[in-house]
């Protein structure tokens, strides 16, 4: 069965950073989603199961930087800049496939249990 375990979610204010780790029992493309109260849940950024090839929101580029230690089975996503905006839960997911990149929910096989970020502003 595949797992996905996020970790790194907290209480920080606006202009403060975040990591959050996302450990895998499954290498594949992976991504970083979020869900804000009442809205839909929306990619935030992905990576290819090499890590050549991300892809990021147009609301965290710049300010948000995805990676992954294959070595480790874990993919990190790094928040600089947080915004009370970015406030939401964070999940981890990943594709079934190498070459089926999650940019969107529809091509997400795994979802991770969800880590919960808060920005005061």
């Known amino acids: 069965q595949v797992q996905l375990v996020e970790s790194g979610g907290g209480l920080v204010q606006a202009g403060d950073s975040l990591r959050l780790s996302c450990a895998a029992s499954?290498?594949?493309?992976m991504g970083w989603f979020r869900q804000a109260l009442g809205k839909e849940r929306e990619a935030v950024a992905t990576?290819?199961?090499?890590?050549?090839?991300?892809v990021y929101a147009d609301s965290v580029k710049g300010r948000f930087t995805i990676s992954r230690d294959n070595a480790k089975n874990t993919v990190y996503l790094q928040m600089n800049s947080l915004k009370p905006e970015d406030a939401a839960v964070y999940y981890c997911?990943?594709?079934?496939?190498?070459?089926?990149?999650?940019?969107?929910?529809?091509?997400?096989?795994?979802w991770g249990q969800g880590t919960q970020v808060t920005v005061s502003s």
């Open positions: 499954i290498r594949t493309a």
């Open positions: 990576i290819s199961w090499d890590g050549a090839y991300t």
């Open positions: 997911a990943a594709s079934r496939s190498t070459v089926i990149i999650p940019d969107s929910s529809a091509k997400v096989a795994y």
